[in-house]
């Protein structure tokens, strides 16, 4: 018996080495240098594609395709591990609908055409409206992509109407982390998850969407530390199995929650005294200074009995949160995403946990911090570093301060006053314009608005009768209504840098080629402003006449990039990243050179050179570890506005939702993801693996309320808002189980787009739309 | 009565088993893609047997990965938590005089983070979900190589993740003995096995 499995397997060990040696003669040079070859598989390092984590993968190619990935171990965000989508990342590159020729819309049909077609009528029809062209992007362009976009329609066209996707994710957590410490991003970093004791998650089921820092952390319990897990959510998740605590609130009371631990520390005289006196200051919610004394009598309004009221979590379970915050002992990371900041009040929120943290004084330590996480590869690194936003310029800077302008012409030896003071519209406002022909003219790169805009029967009215272009890989909702599909590289198709989570900066290498004719998107924004130049149009011309978006290549050489030849024989990446470096210095963001990416597998700014090192920040604003805070100062927040290196504390109240359920409309609407997929599905549903395990969206239903309304497993639903509606099977007691009087449905279904029923309101301070709440009917169907 | 009910759900048990282990087959498709048909309701579909269990239990397991060294996906039906899992997959279980699978990394417990179903939840009504994909993933048989056709081979894969060999190269059940070894009571396999390439521990 054994000798037959071994004479098979010697068998077709034979045919398959024979067929390995006959594919290699036709392997492709991999185009950088490779840390690892055995029998023509190369291992390279990568960011994984998708989220905001930003784990470390290790890449396997053969013969010029990707056929393998696994964790990157030297990488210190995942240390090997990876969540199911990352390990399946190589299979995002080869749907068999992969986009691979331009398409021009004539007649109602997507025609193909040649690039310089396609390059050409954009060039014309943006030059022939300038001011009302728009560039809507994305947390997953890579920063030099979005360092392109930025240049070409800020200074090259004096147009400010770039904004992105992040608008939709990120903005509330950009705007709240302005207002408190006067700059973007967060101080403490994922190690702090390594000396924390507790972690309390704001409406984060980060075992789906962050899996490997719920990882990171729950593994110390495995190892026998004793830590907590507070869960503070509106339904229970895989997140709620492993927690300590599951606080089920009533939605928007979140404001009401944090206002009384906030009551609670300085009601009991439990809040840090010294810290707060140092480090802090009190501000009313119009932005009047407040006496401590002021602040508790705006905060007695949110004593635990009159919050446990509406809020759903009970007078016990509030009193547990303020004496957790309130002993000096316990050393908490306070987590979220998206549950706090697609809020209509997502600024705010974000100000009270910061509130919270600082009046605590558990901020600025090892293992005590309240940490935002992002949802995209580079909604930080690019979206809020490079300033891709309406109102914003590279390093922090915006359009409104002429210092800032200058500083940024100066670097792009743009003609004086090429930038303008205006900033251009937010997202929501850039769809409004795209429906009204205020905006006549768009190009979506790397995002799928059609799919996740909210409200998308208002928002993508007359879209089809504007110009849209779009930058994709796949056919999606948004290529549907364009006029211009361009084809596009993805992932390790190109050289890329992004930014996660906690401010690290990662780099990776082309290591394949892409499909067909499918080129970089920093190559098709070269290539139109460059025809545009050739057209003669001024804005793209720089003091000296020269073309406004000039790339060098290592010896200080001009290089005629918008050729593809030479565009993608060159690391064109290094010249912008290094360009854009230079802006990275005034608020303290400071990045390394470009190649010290290439040695480093990430690097978390600001990073310094001391001697010949270049050292990176775990923590800022600590003394020890961030280079800015002099010594003798502890913590530090030296970026405040006021110039006293002190943090605000808000005073900002509870505020209803726009939208709540009533007697026509009876049921509370939160969207949101799973572990499978990510975002629009665009990249996750080309993948066996992944869509086979979860194929289509859902309604989840708590059991009572499926009970009452006679529906079952699986039985289909019409889901129902003032704005619209569609039909999903129903999900009763499956992977998670919302509150009574909550539906949740994931948003990455194409064929069931719950964007048609979803509401556009949004936080008036960051402009970021609420996908969490709005109230919806159901119908049980047969 | 009571014993009735139990002796009716036993059968009731068996037949529904047996119906569904006839159904669920493995295809090898043309281009090195293999799916797994059928196997929407099957329970613990993977203790199947074939004419030549060496070839099936290779083409069964990499059927499970997109390519060597991926997650596997989950074979049969689960409950809604990572200890489930574990009741089985952490310390041995004998399921229809089969041994149960067990991890090669118990150091981690959030098991879905890295292996999904086989199969949709059964809230999502069935429906041809196909992917149309032309990747091709790693196959591991390239690199099993040795320096002479008595010595032990070397390790082809990363350890990270890996360091219980036993868990797969174990004569636990027929399928897997593809890639079992002839002397699975020995314990010490690095005294004699060692990595093919000191690069692949990244």
């Not at chain 1, 062209?133 to 930025?150: D, L, R, V």
């Not at chain 1, 590869?377 to 922090?396: D, M, W």
């Not at chain 1, 198709?493 to 990776?508: M, P, Y």
């Not at chain 2, 991926?70 to 089969?98: M, N, Y």
């Amino acid at each position: 018996m054994f000798d037959m499995h071994r004479r098979a397997f010697i068998k077709r060990t034979a045919q398959l080495s024979a067929l390995a040696a006959i594919t290699s003669n036709g392997a492709k040079n991999v185009i950088a240098d490779s840390e690892s070859v055995t029998d023509g598989l190369s291992w390279q390092k990568a960011p994984c594609r998708f989220c905001g984590t930003g784990c470390g993968v290790m890449v396997g190619t053969k013969n010029g395709k990707v056929v393998a990935v696994q964790g990157d171990k030297e990488n210190a965000v995942n240390r090997g591990l990876l969540c199911v989508k990352g390990y399946h990342a190589g299979s995002i590159l080869y749907g068999n609908d992969r986009l691979v020729s331009p398409q021009i819309r004539k007649n109602g049909k997507l025609v193909n055409v040649s690039w310089d077609e396609a390059i050409d009528l954009i060039a014309k029809t943006v030059m022939k409206k300038p001011d009302t062209f728009s560039i809507y992007g994305s947390g997953q362009w890579t920063i030099p992509e979005g360092y392109t976009a930025m240049k070409f329609i800020k200074g090259g066209m004096s147009n400010n109407h770039i904004d992105p996707n992040a608008r939709l994710c990120m903005a509330s957590a950009v705007v709240g982390f302005i207002t408190t410490f006067g700059v973007d991003e967060p101080s403490g970093c994922y190690d702090d998850l390594d000396s924390c004791d507790t972690v309390i998650t704001w409406g984060n089921n980060w075992a789906e969407m962050h899996p490997i820092l719920y990882s990171r952390y729950m593994n110390r319990r495995n190892s026998g530390e004793k830590i907590t897990l507070i869960d503070m959510a509106t339904r229970r998740t895989r997140s709620t199995v492993e927690a300590d605590h599951y606080l089920e609130f009533v939605p928007q009371t979140d404001l009401a929650i944090a206002n009384c631990i906030c009551y609670q520390l300085i009601a009991n005289g439990t809040y840090d005294k010294g810290f707060v006196e140092k480090n802090t200051r009190f501000k009313s919610n119009e932005g009047k200074d407040l006496s401590i004394e002021e602040y508790l009598e705006f905060l007695k309004a949110y004593t635990p009995e009159a919050v446990a009221k509406y809020s759903g979590v009970s007078v016990e379970q509030l009193i547990m949160l303020g004496n957790l915050f309130g002993n000096k002992q316990r050393k908490v990371v306070s987590l979220w995403c998206m549950g706090m900041n697609q809020h209509t009040r997502g600024t705010w929120i974000n100000n009270l946990v910061y509130n919270i943290h600082l009046l605590a004084g558990k901020i600025g330590k090892p293992g005590s911090t309240p940490f935002s996480l992002t949802g995209q590869p580079s909604a930080c690194g690019t979206c809020r570093e490079v300033g891709t936003l309406a109102h914003a310029l590279p390093g922090g800077r915006v359009v409104k301060n002429a210092t800032h302008r200058k500083q940024v012409e100066d670097v792009w030896n743009c003609v004086p006053g090429a930038i303008s003071a205006k900033p251009g519209f937010h997202t929501v406002r850039m769809f409004e314009g795209l429906a009204s022909g205020e905006i006549t003219s768009m190009w979506v790169q790397v995002t799928n608005p059609a799919h996740t805009m909210p409200n998308l029967h208002k928002n993508l009215k007359n879209a089809k009768e504007r110009f849209v272009i779009v930058s994709d890989v796949y056919p999606t909702k948004t290529t549907e209504i364009a006029s211009v599909v361009l084809p596009s590289a993805l992932w390790v198709e190109k050289n890329g840098v992004v930014g996660n989570s906690e401010r690290r900066t990662q780099q990776w290498f082309k290591m394949v080629d892409p499909p067909g004719q499918a080129r970089d998107d920093v190559w098709q924004m070269l290539a139109v402003a460059h025809r545009m130049f050739e057209l003669g149009y001024e804005g793209l011309k720089d003091r000296d006449g020269r073309f406004l978006l000039t790339v060098h290549d290592d010896n200080g050489k001009e290089i005629e990039a918008w050729k593809w030849e030479v565009f993608s024989n060159n690391n064109v990446d290094k010249q912008l990243f290094n360009e854009y470096r230079d802006l990275t210095f005034l608020k303290h963001k400071d990045l390394a050179p470009y190649d010290q990416y290439v040695q480093a597998h990430g690097m978390r700014w600001p990073v310094t050179q001391q001697g010949t090192r270049w050292v990176e920040t775990p923590r800022r604003f600590v003394e020890g570890e961030d280079p800015f805070v002099a010594q003798g100062k502890g913590v530090s927040f030296y970026m405040a506005k006021a110039g006293d290196e002190k943090a605000l504390i808000w005073a900002r109240p509870y505020q209803a939702p726009p939208e709540v359920p009533d007697k026509q409309y009876d049921f509370w609407l939160c969207t949101g993801r799973v572990v499978e997929h990510w975002h629009s599905g665009t990249m996750t549903r080309r993948v066996k693996e992944l869509n086979r395990a979860m194929p289509s969206a859902y309604i989840e239903i708590h059991p009572e309320d499926a009970q009452r309304l006679r529906i079952s497993n699986g039985q289909r639903v019409k889901v129902t808002s003032r704005r619209g509606t569609i039909t999903l099977p129903a999900s009763i007691n499956g992977r998670a189980v919302p509150q009574k009087g909550l539906v949740f449905v994931p948003f990455f279904d194409e064929g069931k787009l719950i964007n048609h029923v979803t509401l556009d309101a949004y936080c008036p301070m960051s402009k970021e739309p609420d996908y969490k709440k709005c109230a919806v009917k159901l119908e049980a169907l047969i | 009565m009571k014993h009735l009910y139990i002796v009716f759900g036993v059968v009731i048990f068996a037949f529904t088993t047996i119906y569904f282990s006839g159904k669920h087959t493995v295809v090898l498709a043309s281009d090195h893609e293999v799916v797994v048909a059928n196997d929407k309701n099957a329970r613990h579909s993977h203790i199947e047997t074939g004419h030549n269990f060496f070839i099936d239990g290779l083409h069964t397991r990499q059927s499970r990965r997109a390519f060597f060294s991926a997650p596997p996906v989950i074979p049969h039906t689960i409950g809604k938590t990572d200890k489930e899992c574990l009741s089985c997959h952490q310390e041995k279980r004998i399921f229809r005089g089969v041994e149960s699978t067990l991890t090669p990394h118990p150091e981690f417990k959030n098991c879905m983070q890295c292996h999904v179903k086989g199969v949709a939840p059964d809230y999502i009504p069935s429906a041809n979900y196909g992917v149309n994909s032309s990747f091709i993933g790693l196959d591991k048989q390239e690199k099993v190589s040795r320096a002479h056709h008595l010595a032990p081979p070397v390790i082809p894969h990363r350890l990270f993740l890996h360091k219980q060999c036993s868990s797969c190269h174990s004569k636990r059940h027929d399928h897997e003995s593809g890639i079992s070894g002839p002397h699975n009571k020995r314990k010490n396999c690095m005294q004699c096995h060692v990595l093919a390439d000191i690069k692949l521990d990244f």
